[in-house]
């Protein structure tokens, strides 16, 4: 354990974006698995899979790193709060990310734009699936600082 958490401090940012990515990537597949197994197509998995990790591992990568550092995050309840942010800014990445591609792929009788769509994900997630991605995000900033405070000790 304290080698994982060694080499976690030596690269923050990657190592943020890894444990964001890799929850969001896990939720998704949680929430949506049902669903996208049936279709057994790529441009689905991509779209609600893919895309929620990707969103998480950018927004980890460049909010994450204060996690690590026990200077910046003094205590549990401040990390949570921080994952729990991070968590709710890659759903506010997710939204365009997702419509843009959507609408670049799709069939030709829909006629979405990216704006719309993206208003359309913003105010559904708010209202569907924000309380989750913050709680799973706040355990995700939790997780992080207990790795930095084994360290520490």
């Known amino acids: 354990m304290h080698q994982v958490a060694t080499l976690m401090r ?10 964001f990515g ?4 896990a939720l998704a597949i949680l929430w949506w698995s ?6 057994r197509a790529v441009l689905p998995f991509v779209l ?16 994450g790193k204060a996690l690590l550092d026990p200077a910046r995050v003094r205590n549990s309840i401040s990390a949570a709060l921080r994952g729990a942010a991070i968590a709710s800014l890659a759903l506010l990445l997710f939204a ?9 792929t799709q069939a030709p009788h829909e006629h979405w734009n990216i704006a719309s769509l993206t208003l359309l994900i913003l105010i559904g997630s708010a209202f569907v699936i924000w309380w989750l991605v913050a709680l ?8 992080l600082y207990l790795m930095t405070s084994y360290v520490a000790r």
Request: without cysteine.
């Open 10 to 19: 030596q690269w923050p940012r990657a190592s943020a974006a890894l444990v």
């Open 22 to 25: 890799a929850t969001g990537t």
């Open 34 to 39: 049902p669903v996208i197994l049936q279709t």
């Open 136 to 143: 799973i995000g706040a355990a995700a900033g939790w997780a």
């Open 48 to 63: 609600f899979i893919g895309t929620p990790g990707v969103s998480a591992a950018v927004v980890g990568g460049i909010l």
């Open 96 to 104: 365009p990310l997702f419509a843009t591609l959507y609408v670049l």
